[in-house]
């Protein structure tokens, strides 16, 4: 996840992509065995991207979102969901919420709620916060 990582530079943004395509498709295999949860965590694994590259960020935001919007049982959800997940689940969150989508918004509303009361305002402000590391 988010760390100290350096940023990838833009001549490797290939690479970054081909990683989040093989990671979409993990997922949609996820979805179809109908384990959204599992799903979540592989799409937000290593995100977000170490890059600045737009197009990478957008890719793997279609990752993510893709499986947030798979998730029916959000009170089951954080109940397999790890904790360490919580901060950049929240920017996703917030991505979400930017698109304008009405089911978008709804599920990141829905989903956001149920974080928030489990992880406590902290989330929310870590999340806003940590300008370096954008979704």
């Known amino acids: 996840m988010a760390g100290t990582e350096k940023f990838v530079e833009a001549d490797h943004a290939e690479a ?8 979409s498709r993990k997922i949609e295999s996820l979805l179809k065995q109908n384990k959204p949860v599992e799903a979540l965590k592989t799409a937000l694994e290593g995100s977000p991207p170490m890059t ?30 790890d904790p360490e997940y919580y901060d950049i689940l929240m920017k996703y ?4 919420l930017s698109t304008g989508d009405r089911p978008t918004c709804d599920q990141c509303l ?22 370096v590391n954008t979704v």
């Open 16 to 23: 970054i992509i081909t990683r989040i395509e093989h990671k």
């Open 52 to 81: 600045r590259d737009e197009r990478c960020k957008s890719a793997n935001w279609i990752v993510v979102h893709r499986a947030l919007m798979a998730i029916k049982d959000v009170e089951g959800m954080f109940s397999s969901l």
């Open 93 to 96: 969150l917030y991505r979400g």
């Open 110 to 131: 829905r989903i956001h709620e149920k974080l928030t009361e489990r992880a406590g305002l902290g989330c929310i402000l870590r999340s806003l916060a940590d300008t």
